[in-house]
């Protein structure tokens, strides 16, 4: 049997809009009301909360994070796959890892920073690490090189953590990346292998946070298929956090479907989808 969905009062919905915005900077439309309602209906039905607006309160009391979390999980859409616009990681592997690693040679380091700003289940990050991992070669263990991998949804990360995937997803990868950094399991699936897992950490992070707490600058940043979710002033705001960690010459990756907004200054378009800070 079908049970109707009981839609969410507008003064609850503009409670929570509210609260998601200053939270994570979700900017939900006006017309998501039916939206908000269908995701959120069974986690009040589960936690036997009567109305949406002892749920908001609930949240904001919940000290753990786990109904936040939750929150943002099903507002957002944590879906991704291997070889995501294949591009990109094109892009990244003919014209940007060389670029960034000759500049880094040229200034006597061998220091090698990638951030994943929005892992997700992990398939964007191991995708880097691997691509990195080829783009050194043998001299990659004599360098300070990996990636670091960022999400604001706890249990996406412990997802991304193991590293294991189904087979249709990873042979999307391209077969040699698939053969030497990952490990076919007895039951079917793939899991990155020790060596590849060894050079990526998790870690949870709002991107609103007001400065991000890194001490050495990025040369390769993905924040891809995120900022779909803000509005051009968090996205400009946004920007002059994410400039101040990169480095000069360094590469920004974004989703196909986003755009930067237009009076920012903080990095040239190199390509659709491709920034580069000056």
Request: one cysteine or more.
């Amino acid at each position: 049997m079908t049970v109707a969905i009981k839609l969410i009062e507008d003064a609850d919905f503009q409670a929570l809009r509210a609260y998601v915005y200053d939270t994570c900077g979700i900017a939900l439309d006006n017309s998501k009301h039916s939206l908000v309602s269908g995701r959120l209906q069974p986690v009040l039905a589960r936690e036997h909360i009567a109305t949406y607006r002892e749920y908001i309160d609930r949240v904001r009391a919940d000290t753990t994070g786990r109904l936040r979390s939750e929150l943002v999980d099903r507002l957002s859409t944590n879906h991704t796959f291997f070889w995501r616009e294949a591009d990109h990681f094109d892009f990244l592997a003919r014209v940007a890892l060389p670029a960034v690693i000759g500049a880094r040679r040229r200034a006597q380091s061998k220091t090698l920073r990638i951030w994943c700003a929005a892992s997700s289940a992990g398939q964007e990050p191991y995708t880097l690490g691997a691509l990195a991992m080829e783009a050194l070669g043998v001299d990659y263990a004599s360098w300070d090189a990996g990636v670091l991998a960022t999400d604001i949804s706890a249990p996406v990360l412990e997802r991304a953590r193991e590293g294991i995937y189904d087979n249709d997803d990873v042979q999307r990868l391209p077969e040699p990346l698939r053969k030497r950094h990952f490990d076919r399991l007895p039951d079917g699936r793939w899991q990155a292998n020790r060596r590849l897992r060894d050079e990526l950490t998790f870690r949870r992070l709002n991107l609103m946070s007001p400065r991000f707490p890194f001490k050495q600058p990025f040369d390769v940043v993905f924040i891809r298929n995120v900022m779909i979710y803000f509005d051009m002033p968090t996205k400009l705001a946004l920007m002059d956090r994410l400039a101040a960690v990169m480095r000069s010459g360094a590469f920004m990756f974004i989703g196909a479907a986003e755009s930067l907004p237009p009076d920012q200054r903080q990095f040239e378009s190199v390509r659709p989808g491709v920034f580069r800070k000056p």
